[in-house]
């Protein structure tokens, strides 16, 4: 069972298009991030949620809006698509009380706007 | 602010070769200090922490050492394998942060035969 799932893993898409990742944990973590990895690998923080409510927000464009529906789940939706967009998209989730350590990393989205 | 440095990549070895990929930090209050491994096409995965001053990680052969005097987490391995050809980021958490890892921006190791 992989315990943190994302879709799809190769998004090709043509800018000003709007698209979603989606993200499933069977972990039983009660927190979960989105973290956006650039062509240089360098990966910064977007989002973090803890229990479906938001607690981390870096400064990313509004056109990026994540969605929890329940602590399993974990969305990014984005809008109006850009070539600056184009990274890889890694979801993560943890469980608090473990100091923030042990993330558990989705195997990546990789985006692609043209 | 919180920023981790890394060495710069990519690093190339032969197998059996003695690694170490120096890591500094600058933290607002105590951080706990971590490794994390990207291997290709996959997600980050934790390969050791210290959580203190003087406190040395290790997992699969691979350790660092927390050092507070010289803000550093320099990992190292004794003897690299062909399969240790990864991204290695060295990242920290403070305390009240919100779980945050701040990450270094990963260094490249290949090791050939």
């Known amino acids: 069972d992989t315990a943190v799932s994302q879709t799809p893993k190769y998004l090709v898409t043509q800018m000003g298009n709007d698209k979603s990742i989606k993200c499933e944990q069977n972990l039983g973590h009660d927190t979960m991030y989105w973290y956006k990895q650039d062509s240089k690998k360098f990966l910064k923080i977007m989002f973090s949620y803890n229990n479906k409510e938001l607690i981390i927000n870096e400064t990313v464009p509004n056109r990026f809006s994540p969605k929890s529906p329940d602590k399993a789940h974990l969305n990014l939706h984005i809008n109006s698509l850009e070539l600056g967009d184009s990274a890889v998209y890694f979801c993560?989730?943890?469980?608090?009380?473990?100091?923030?350590?042990?993330?558990?990393f989705g195997s990546g989205t990789q985006l692609s706007v043209l | 602010g919180n920023s981790v440095t890394q060495m710069e990549g990519p690093v190339t070895l032969s197998e059996e070769a003695f690694l170490t990929i120096n890591c500094t930090y600058t933290a607002t209050g105590y951080p706990s200090l971590f490794w994390y491994v990207q291997y290709p096409g996959e997600g980050l995965q934790l390969l050791l922490k210290?959580?203190?001053?003087?406190d040395k990680g290790s997992n699969k052969g691979f350790e660092a050492t927390y050092r507070k005097e010289t803000t550093s987490f320099h990992l190292e391995k004794g003897s690299v394998q062909v399969s240790d050809s990864a991204v290695y980021f060295c990242?920290?958490?403070?305390?009240?942060?919100?779980?945050?890892?701040?990450f270094g921006t990963g260094t490249q190791l290949k090791v050939e035969l």
């Open positions: 993560a989730s943890s469980q608090t009380g473990q100091g923030g350590e042990k993330l558990f």
């Open positions: 210290a959580t203190k001053a003087d």
């Open positions: 990242a920290l958490t403070v305390t009240g942060g919100g779980n945050k890892l701040t």
